[in-house]
């Protein structure tokens, strides 16, 4: 006896796809920010820690769909959703929906570019409009994240992160002694520099 429910998820899933155009052909991100069609409940699929998609509790194993999820994933105010013109659906996100997975530096100091490329190929230049945030973890460490586009984080890889933070220097800003990441003309706090002696 087949499952009714695992049936409309599957329909939900294909009518994605099938809205997006899943051969893959269509280029740029799409407008979802200027979407807002009727919410139709939340889907079983969930982006993991470690940055991999699942859907009803089975990997997504395709690259290329996975890509072409991620150009019409949003954060709205309550949820994550998957938005087409048509429909939007809530999904679950267990940290940040985008992993940072290969950093490149250029020039020091107040010149010092920082880009990342994330696990979905977004390429993500650090600075203003693309700031660095740093959270702390369960076990009392740094958790770097790098906005990637409207509310959407990328986590940045553990490896990634000891680099990054090894960029730091400290700064005194409004009376206070900060250790930080200077990038793209802005600097980005870790934290207070007292507390790292």
């Known amino acids: 006896m087949t499952d009714p429910n695992a049936s409309a998820q599957s329909s939900a899933l294909s009518r994605l796809a099938e809205a997006l155009g899943a ?9 979802v ?26 990997l997504i194993n395709r690259p290329a769909l996975v890509r072409l999820f991620s150009t019409v994933l ?14 939007r659906v809530g999904i679950v996100v267990d940290d940040a929906p985008f992993l940072a997975v290969e950093m490149a530096v250029e020039g020091d100091e107040e010149e010092r570019q920082i880009a990342f490329r994330t696990n979905v190929d977004d390429l993500v230049q650090v600075g203003p409009d693309h ?20 509310d959407l984080w990328a986590l940045v890889t553990r490896s990634l992160a000891f680099d990054l933070i090894d960029l730091g220097e400290e700064r005194v800003l409004d009376n206070e002694a900060l250790y930080g990441v200077r990038a793209g003309g802005a600097f980005f706090p870790i934290a207070p520099a007292s507390g790292l002696r």
């Open 131 to 150: 700031p660095l945030r740093f959270e702390q973890d369960a076990g009392g460490g740094v958790k770097p994240y790098v906005k990637v586009r409207g």
């Open 74 to 87: 949003r954060k709205d105010p309550e949820r994550y959703v998957l938005v087409t013109p048509v429909e």
């Open 33 to 58: 920010e200027r979407w807002n069609p009727a919410y139709c409940g939340e889907i079983d699929m969930r982006i993991a820690a470690d940055g991999s998609w699942h859907y009803m509790g089975t």
């Open 23 to 31: 051969d893959g052909t269509r280029k740029g991100l799409p407008p």
